[in-house]
């Protein structure tokens, strides 16, 4: 399981992007800069890189009112394709090309981060679980879309 994990570059990724958005918050916070964030291959890590900084940043985005405010505006009306990049089940062995766990490693910061913050957050892990639960195997129609217009 350990060489998997470390195979995948798992732990990289959660390091360079919360390295990331704290820097962006930092630029914002501290310096009073403008910051321009833009990923390689377009949205996706720039939608990861920004909800990641405002959490840092904005104390009303770690209530559990500012969390669900902050998840609908910047990944459910923000037209996050939930149904490409977390279409593959649990029982599928196919992996598609736009398939990517970019909401998982979104919530597994926040995770990184409430581990690291213990009272800085109004939610616990629970919610995060609930989260990726529903974003892989939904009864809802929140996470099953790409955008409005399907949803």
Do not use: M
């Not at 959660?14 to 990331?20: E, H, R, V």
């Not at 910061?109 to 109004?122: A, D, H, K, M, Y």
């Not at 892990?125 to 409005?148: H, M, P």
């Amino acid at each position: 399981w350990l060489s998997r994990l470390e195979s995948c570059r798992w732990l990289s990724h959660i390091k360079a992007a919360l390295s990331t958005a704290c820097l962006a918050a930092q630029c914002l916070d501290r310096e009073e800069a403008n910051v321009l964030v833009h990923g390689a291959e377009g949205t996706d890590t720039t939608l990861l890189v920004t909800a990641l900084a405002q959490l840092i940043l904005d104390p009303s985005c770690r209530t559990l009112s500012g969390f669900q405010g902050l998840l609908e505006r910047e990944w459910i009306q923000g037209g996050h394709p939930f149904h490409l990049r977390c279409a593959r089940s649990a029982y599928s062995h196919a992996r598609l090309k736009q398939e990517a766990p970019l909401f998982l490693l979104f919530l597994d910061c926040v995770w990184q981060l409430s581990r690291q913050f213990p009272f800085s957050l109004e939610f616990s892990e629970s919610l995060l679980l609930a989260l990726f639960d529903n974003a892989y195997a939904s009864a809802y129609g929140t996470f099953l879309c790409n955008n409005e217009k399907e949803r």
